[in-house]
């Protein structure tokens, strides 16, 4: 499958730069170890990241280098009458630009265990085993970035699906987290830091520093650190793998060199970004504007968003022509995410808000912060000189939730979260002075799984409150503005002070 | 002997050929001729391999063009417009004819002396015509059987074409060589084609040995006593007629003897036979073929 020659060729034909980026990449990567006075092992855990950063650098840079041919109509003439199999001249090209960014990193990391050995413990499981995650990695990252540099027609369009492709879990994420919190759906929180962890690079570089960062240790150091892998995501980087071996099939293989130098309209080149982004800011605008009832602010954003649509156009069709038919689906596109955005919002997101889910070993926290209230703990009257600031502070485990010990308590604090969720999705304001903070988090690993914050207008009763410090910390804070002094209390504290 | 057999090729929704068929003999020098945008270079990047067809195939010695890439080691293929990477000196080029086919360094260098070029030169640096002499100088040192010059043999100066016909007859016979060359240079193509095909409207209009087609098409200029109906000279396969007054200039296909006698039988009062050159042949077919479709 891989053509000798032609990967002779591709080593010869460029043998200089290849050497003169090895020695870039080895002496990038090794610089800490020239800073004096720093730990042995600490200059090896930084050459690690910096190897993998050049390395994914790399995995992006040497598909535009060496796939370039295929989006100018000359080069295609001289490539494609070569006497190469298309599915030999594809497997080739990457096996070269794997073993060349393969060969750099081994040689640092060779290098960098040399400088190392003598006053660390290497531990030689993690070694292979961040090898392999590497190999795997730098694999898959050229097979994906190959393949979407191919989905364009030329060389400018090909660098922007990489970069457009790139930033997609980014936006899904934002996405997520900006209806989630608008919604305030609290399972759905988390999903920004685990939407970008199923980015190809993210996964990756989460996956191979985990394992990296545990090679060497010190002598006089006792390993603390275990190191783990995530098996989904190293799945879901197969997934997308074979994904993108399919494609390169289609893009590559069955490709028509006529597209060369063409405009980019394959579906997964400009049509798919545009839209895709689009929806996205779309959407993110549309359920900002319900929440806000600010409208007059968000005109100039929508026309700011038509006019880069506008532009995005230009590039994708490289004419500047106004087509009737974008100016009726933009319109159209705006007027339905809002819409739906408002017909969610008015019905109260369906009920989602009021849910969490619970899984065993894992625990609720309840923080919840009131502010400038009176002595006798009611909202604060602005001419007061001094103000109260309660906050409640309650761990339950799931599994304990219906006890006799905790159930008033949960009755108590649902009620209120229940009565902020129903002012937030019938009041258009947006801050109040009081706030609850809902976290549900992993009691094992000590990891918050999802959260979300309230706006709250009603205080805790004093009965409730007597109820509530049975199960957790209340504390109190006075903080009187002639003397600018702060007095901090418990509950039981500040009821016998108070008189209440 | 390359066959190419129902040959469809479309871009978008534009057809340019529409079931092209053709059959060239080996060790011939054949001339592709057509009009812009006839299809001259497409159907020459299908040979080398480069597009693929919608239907039909090429074969070059049984071997398909496109799905068997070991028989492209036989085809040079030199477009009108050459690649080369930036910053390439001629040695740097030559790596990638060395490394994927029969690179031969002896005529490497007997053709770098020919066509007079250093082989340290940088090649952005080089003229037009110099840069066609490099992709000739590669072309031709890699042995190929099959060479396709898409416009490649415009653009030398004389000299240098002189030595490139004696090249090329030199490895007809020795290598058993086969060439296309496309061009709109007819007088030249003429002096180095033996056979020619006009590609006309996706397909090949006429094609065939140079020679013979050439004795095929003559003119004759005809005088009559007094002016005569166009329509007298219905019989002939006419592929032009233009008179000026009672001069009568006919083109015509078939036997000269025949027509001779025909025209003999109209009773001018001169007439003169005179030989067409493969211009002239290019033109009154296209003509011919136009007629026929308005008809």
Redesign the interface.
Known sequence: MINKNYFKYLFKSKIIAWVFFGIMFVAISMSSFLTPGNEATDCFRVTTITSLVLSIIMSFALPVFLFSFVHRKRSCDMYFSLPIDRKELLITTITFSFVLIFSYYAITSIFALLFTMRSTTIFFSSLFASCAMMALGILALLIINSCIYLFANNIFDGIVMLAAYSAIFVAISLTAETISDLLLIPFMLSSFEEGILFSPVAIVAVNFTSISQNIVQSIDETMSFVPSVSYLQITVLVIYTCIACFLLKKNFVERKTERAEQVSNTFFSYPFIINFYLLVSLVNLGFSIIKSNMIDSFILLYILLFCIYLISIFVYKRKIKFYWKNILYFVSAALITFGCGKFIFMNHAFSLPYQYPLNVGEKINYYINENNLNKDLSSKDLEANYSVNLSINIDIPTDQLDTEKYKQAVSILEAHRKQAIDLWFTTSQSYYDKGADLYISNAIQNKDVASCSYQTKDVFTIEELKQLAKVGTIELEYYDYKTDNYQTYTLDEYLKEVKL | MLKIDKLYKN?GNKEVLKGLDLEIQDESIFGLVGINGAGKSTLL?II?????PEQGCVLFNDCDTYDD?????E?A?V?D???Y?IGSTIK?VK??YE???DFSEAKYQKFLKMFELDEKDSILNLSKGNKRRVALLFALSIEPKLLLLDEAYDGLEPLIRYKFKQALADLIEDEHLTVIISSHNLKELEDICDSFGILEDGRMLEYGDLSDSKENINKYQIVFEKEIEKDAFNDFNILHLENEGRVYQLVAKGNQEEILSRIEAMHPILVDVLQVNFEELFIYELEGRSKSNDQ
């Open positions: 871009f990047r080398a391999g480069v597009y693929e890439p070991k028989i492209r080691k085809i293929f477009s417009e050459q690649f990477p740097s790596q990638i490394s994927m086919y």
